[in-house]
């Protein structure tokens, strides 16, 4: 049985940093791309930031600001966060990339706000 959770998130200024980290089990993590997702008031969920086992990319929106990573023996992804902006206050989701599954988890609130 699938199972992603997902933590890290909070209230933080403008500037500030987070770390936000998703366990998955249930999975053959190894052999997936994963990605990070989020979904603000209102708007769809978007792609914020996929890892391969060897590549990443990035919503234009963060690149330089966020940083995607896995470990794969711990069976997690990763999502450093600096710079912060009000407008990356979000809901943040893990999944798989490109494909997600139909299983999401409960996500991790991010608010960046002073």
């Known amino acids: 049985q699938v199972q992603l959770v997902e933590s890290g998130g909070g209230l933080v200024q403008p500037g500030g940093s987070l770390k936000l980290t998703c366990a998955a089990s249930?999975?053959?993590?190894?052999?997936?791309?994963m990605a990070w997702y989020r979904q603000a008031p209102g708007n769809q969920r978007e792609l914020v930031a996929a890892?391969?086992?060897?590549?990443?990319n990035y919503a234009d929106s963060v690149k330089g600001r966020f940083t995607i990573s896995r470990d794969s023996a711990k069976n997690a992804v990763y999502l450093q966060m600096n710079s912060l902006k009000p407008e990356d206050t979000a809901v943040y989701y893990c999944?798989?990339?490109?494909?997600?599954?139909?299983?999401w988890g409960q996500g991790t609130q991010v608010t960046v706000s002073s």
């Open positions: 249930g999975i053959v993590f190894r052999l997936w791309a």
């Open positions: 999944n798989r990339y490109p494909n997600t599954l139909d299983y």
């Open positions: 890892i391969t086992n060897s590549n990443t």
